[in-house]
């Protein structure tokens, strides 16, 4: 590998490491004129449409499993194409697993939400699918919010942790190898 293409890995990189650091502190889609950074507007409607897929291919098995599915989907997608990925080529596992996270962290937002119902639904009148979930128990949203939040963090900081890592040892590998191709 040329160190020009180690340089592109290392800043995608260090770009991903300034979107965990905008996850962890300036991620509050509730709030009126919030402007994230483009890749995660971008991730986010991604994760809208699955979230949306979820409800509608799991509505043949009960309205909680309905309800649920939204946010199990948009998990559990971008987790399959994780382990796809790091199947045939571990190395490049790193950004499906900054989705996996970033989509913890959006679905987080969302329970958080549930006592309270601030986030723009995709159209008035919805029901709120955590408020719907907890409605007998809203004080638990905080806490399990809390842990979905915990481990989208630290998904997102071993997959930055990975990529720069294998960006590394693929360059050292490669400047090992004085062979001729």
């Known amino acids: 590998m040329r160190p020009a293409i180690l340089a592109l890995k290392l800043l995608l990189y260090g770009y991903a490491g300034y979107l965990l650091v905008f996850l962890c502190i300036w991620y509050h889609p509730e709030q009126p004129g919030f402007n994230p950074p483009f890749i995660l507007f971008v991730l986010d409607t991604i994760n809208l449409f699955i979230h949306e897929a979820g409800h509608f291919f799991f509505g043949l098995f009960g309205r909680s499993i309905q309800v649920i599915s939204g946010s199990l989907f948009q998990i559990l ?105």
Do not use: K
Not at 80 to 86: D, E, G, Y
Not at 119 to 133: K, S, T
């Open 77 to 181: 997608l971008p987790l399959a194409l994780l382990v796809a990925t790091f199947r045939q080529r571990p190395a490049q596992a790193a950004l499906p697993g900054f989705w996996v996270g970033e989509s913890m962290v959006n679905v987080s937002i969302y329970i958080r939400d549930a006592p309270y119902r601030q986030l723009r639904l995709i159209a008035r009148g919805l029901v709120h699918d955590w408020n719907w979930l907890l409605s007998d128990n809203l004080e638990a949203s905080e806490p399990l919010a809390d842990i979905v939040f915990g481990f989208g963090i630290l998904i997102c900081s071993a997959s930055v942790v990975a990529g720069v890592w294998f960006a590394v040892r693929t360059f050292r590998e490669a400047e090992g190898n004085t062979d001729p191709p």
